[in-house]
C-alpha cells in the first residue's frame, strides 16, 4: 500500500523568500512521485513528476524537487516565492506510470506574504 | 488547459438521490480515472476505467458506480447520495502504456443537502 505525508497543512514566506514544501511517502514499490497544483475552484495541474533518472526534476514555474530515496522524501522548492504561487499544493505516489492510480497527500496550503 | 472537459461544473441534490457526472477525456488518452475531493482534503481514488471496463477501485462502496464509453469519454454516477458525498469529484484522463501523466479536468462540485 502506498502513503503520502505532506508536514504541515498551511505554510507562509514572504515574496522573495525560498518555498519549501514537504513530502514524505511509502511505497513497496519503486515510486514514481508528482507534485500538483490547485488554484481556487480549479482542477489539478501538474508541477514536475520523477519517473527514473535524475533524481533533481525542474517543474513548472520555477519549481523544482528532489527524490531522496533513503529518506523517502520528495520535498518540493522554488528559490524565491512570487505572489502568483499562492495555491494548495498535494504531492502524490503512483505505482505506475501512464496508468496512474495516484494517491495523494491532505495537501499544503502556501500563501505568500507581501 | 487541459483538454478535459467536465460537466455539470456545479450541482445541488438531495439526500437519497441519485446523481450522474460526466467527463470527456483528452484527445488520444484511453483511460479514465475519477477521484473525490472533500472540503480541505486531497483527492481520493474511486476507480479507473480502461476499454470500457473498471480497471481498479479504491474505498468506496458499490453505489459509486461508472461507465467508460466507446469514445473513452466517461460518468461517475452515485445513488442514495449521503451527506458527506457532498465534495469536488475530479476526472482525470491518461494513456495507458503511453509513459506520460494524467490531465485532470476543472472538476464537479457536487453539494448534498
Known amino acids: 500500500a502506498q502513503s503520502v505525508t505532506q508536514l504541515g497543512s498551511h505554510v507562509s514566506v514572504s515574496e522573495g523568500a525560498l518555498v519549501l514544501l514537504r513530502c514524505n511517502y511509502s511505497?513497496?514499490?519503486?515510486?514514481?512521485l508528482f507534485w500538483y497544483v490547485q488554484y481556487p475552484n480549479q482542477g489539478l495541474q501538474l508541477l514536475l513528476k520523477y519517473t527514473t533518472g535524475a533524481t533533481l526534476v525542474k517543474g513548472i514555474n520555477g519549481f523544482e524537487a528532489e527524490f531522496k530515496k533513503s529518506e523517502t522524501s520528495f520535498h518540493l522548492t522554488k528559490p524565491s516565492a512570487h505572489m502568483s504561487d499562492a495555491a494548495e499544493y498535494f504531492c502524490a505516489v503512483s505505482e505506475n506510470f501512464g496508468n496512474e492510480k495516484l494517491t495523494f497527500g491532505t495537501g499544503t496550503r502556501l500563501t505568500i506574504i507581501p | 488547459e487541459t483538454g478535459v472537459t467536465q460537466s455539470p461544473t456545479h450541482l445541488i441534490k438531495t439526500r437519497g438521490q441519485q446523481v450522474t457526472l460526466r467527463c470527456s477525456s483528452q484527445s488520444g488518452h484511453n483511460t479514465v480515472s475519477w477521484y473525490q475531493q472533500a472540503l480541505g482534503q486531497g483527492p481520493q481514488f474511486i476507480f479507473q476505467?480502461?476499454?470500457?471496463?473498471?480497471?481498479g477501485r479504491g474505498n468506496f462502496p458499490p453505489r459509486f458506480s461508472g461507465l467508460q464509453f466507446p469514445n473513452y469519454s466517461s460518468e461517475l454516477n452515485v445513488n442514495a447520495l449521503e451527506l458527506d458525498d457532498s465534495a469536488l469529484y475530479l476526472c482525470a484522463s491518461s494513456l495507458r502504456g503511453g509513459y506520460t501523466e494524467a490531465f485532470f479536468g476543472q472538476g464537479t462540485r457536487l453539494t448534498v443537502v
Open positions: 476505467y480502461y476499454r470500457e471496463e473498471e480497471n
Open positions: 511505497s513497496s514499490v519503486p515510486p514514481y
